[in-house]
T-cell receptor, first 114, second 115 residues
Framework: KQEVTQIPAALSVPEGENLVLNCSFT??????LQWFRQDPGKGLTSLLL?????REQTSGRLNASLDKSSGRSTLYIAASQPGDSATYLC?????????????FGPGTSLSVIP | DAGVTQSPTHLIKTRGQQVTLRCSPK?????VSWYQQALGQGPQFIFQ?????ERQRGNFPDRFSGHQFPNYSSELNVNALLLGDSALYLC???WGQGVQAGELFFGEGSRLTVL
C-alpha cells in the first residue's frame, strides 16, 4: 500500500533563508509526483509536476527533485519570503491496479518570519 | 481562462440530510476528481469521473456518489450525512483518463459543516 509522509510537519524560518521540504513515499511505482501550496481554508495551487521519468523541475525560486528508487522528493525554496508562508503538500499518482489513485502527504506548514 | 470553480463555498447541514456539491473544470479539461480534506490532513481521494463514468474510487462508502455531465462539469452527492463528513471538499480537473493523466488543478473547495 502506498503511503506518503512529509517531514517536518512544521517549519519556521527567517526571511531570506533557503529551505528544503521533504516528501517520502513507500512504493516507487508512480506515474508522477506533484507539489502543491495551500493557504488556510483555500484550495490547492499546483507548484510543480515531476513525471516518473524526470529527476527535477524548476519554476522561479522553486526546485523539486525526484528519486524514485529511494522513494523521495524534495522541494527547495530559495530566498524565502513572507508570502511563501503556507502549507506545502506533495502527492503521488500511484500505479498499482488495486489502488490507482493520487495519494497526498499530510503537508508541511511553513512560516517565513519577516 | 477560468480555472476550476466550485459551489457552494460554504454550507451547513444537519445529520441525516443530503448534500450536492458542484464543480466546473478548467477550460480544456475533461476529467474531474473529488477529494475530502479534514482539518490538518492531506486530501483523500474520493473518486474520478471521465467520459461521464466513475473510473476510479477511493475508500469511501456508497453514500458518496457523483455524476459527470456532457460539458464535463460534475456533482458530488453525499447522503445520510454524518458528523464525520464535515470537511473541505475539493474538486480537481485534468486532461485525460486515469491518475497518471497529468497535472491536477484544484478549485477553492466547498466547506461542509454537519451539525
Amino acid at each position: 500500500k502506498q503511503e506518503v509522509t512529509q517531514i517536518p510537519a512544521a517549519l519556521s524560518v527567517p526571511e531570506g533563508e533557503n529551505l528544503v521540504l521533504n516528501c517520502s513515499f513507500t512504493d516507487s511505482a508512480i506515474y508522477n509526483l506533484q507539489w502543491f501550496r495551500q493557504d488556510p481554508g483555500k484550495g490547492l495551487t499546483s507548484l510543480l509536476l515531476i513525471q516518473s521519468s524526470q529527476r527535477e523541475q524548476t519554476s522561479g525560486r522553486l526546485n523539486a527533485s525526484l528519486d524514485k528508487s529511494s522513494g523521495r522528493s524534495t522541494l527547495y525554496i530559495a530566498a524565502s519570503q513572507p508570502g511563501d508562508s503556507a502549507t506545502y503538500l506533495c502527492a503521488v499518482a500511484a500505479m498499482k491496479t488495486s489502488y490507482d489513485k493520487v495519494i497526498f502527504g499530510p503537508g508541511t506548514s511553513l512560516s517565513v518570519i519577516p | 481562462d477560468a480555472g476550476v470553480t466550485q459551489s457552494p463555498t460554504h454550507l451547513i447541514k444537519t445529520r441525516g440530510q443530503q448534500v450536492t456539491l458542484r464543480c466546473s473544470p478548467k477550460s480544456g479539461h475533461d476529467t474531474v476528481s473529488w477529494y475530502q480534506q479534514a482539518l490538518g490532513q492531506g486530501p483523500q481521494f474520493i473518486f474520478q469521473y471521465y467520459e461521464e463514468e466513475e473510473r476510479q474510487r477511493g475508500n469511501f462508502p456508497d453514500r458518496f456518489s457523483g455524476h459527470q455531465f456532457p460539458n464535463y462539469s460534475s456533482e458530488l452527492n453525499v447522503n445520510a450525512l454524518l458528523l464525520g463528513d464535515s470537511a473541505l471538499y475539493l474538486c480537481a480537473s485534468s486532461w485525460g483518463q486515469g491518475v497518471q493523466a497529468g497535472e491536477l488543478f484544484f478549485g477553492e473547495g466547498s466547506r461542509l459543516t454537519v451539525l
